[in-house]
């Protein structure tokens, strides 16, 4: 039987948690081209622009956790293969570039701007600022399962929240990947449902 994730949907203690979703990983001309093609396999940013709007509807705030860093590279750690990768291929260390517009934040959102780290709890204000507004669910979203969407929801899982993770709203390179996470990982850590799951339980 499934189970039934409502219960854990109020939206007074829910918040939905954004990654990467940049113009540098998913716009016309992105780093990784894979994981662009995923998402538009996936629909993922008309899927997300859905949930948030129908999360705002209900008071659900929306945090956005970006990867931006100082152009000139000052204090950023090239220790990982991706962070290498990723310099390279853009010329610069500063980051992935603005939000995509389609789901660009509005003023009443909170946006973390992370210059180290990969996860969303890293060198960010994301667990206070969950704590203080008493938030206990995160719906995790956006890019990439393979290590940002992945590692902030195993993070969220040991500082004690509930997750929910509605597999439309994600995307991994290549785009195969993200079943076999989800079906073995993921769900071991969170909630998977659907994205029309979470917004029929606001109705």
């Not at 109020?10 to 113009?23: R, S």
């Not at 780093?31 to 949930?51: F, K, V």
Request: charged share 20%.
């Amino acid at each position: 039987m499934p189970l039934d994730v409502t219960p854990h949907l109020d939206p007074a203690t829910t918040a939905i948690v954004n990654m990467e979703c940049q113009e540098n990983l998913l716009g016309d001309r992105p780093l990784l081209p894979g994981l662009a093609e995923s998402a538009r396999r996936t629909g993922l940013l008309d899927n997300l622009s859905a949930l948030f709007d129908a999360g705002r509807k209900v008071g659900v705030r929306i945090y956005y956790c970006t990867d931006e860093r100082r152009p000139d590279g000052f204090g950023f750690a090239h220790n990982t293969f991706v962070s290498l990768r990723s310099s390279s291929a853009a010329g610069t260390t500063g980051g992935q570039g603005p939000v995509m517009p389609q789901i660009a934040p509005r003023p009443e959102d909170v946006v973390f701007r992370r210059e180290q780290g990969l996860t969303g709890f890293f060198a960010t204000g994301l667990d206070q600022y969950l704590r203080n507004t008493k938030v206990t669910t995160l719906i995790i979203t956006g890019v990439s399962l393979n290590i940002a969407v992945l590692g902030t929801a195993i993070e969220a899982m040991n500082l004690g929240y509930k997750v929910v993770v509605p597999p439309d709203c994600i995307a991994g390179d290549p785009y195969e990947y993200a079943e076999h996470v989800v079906r073995y990982t993921m769900r071991n850590i969170a909630f998977v449902v659907p994205s029309t799951t979470i917004t029929a339980a606001w109705r």
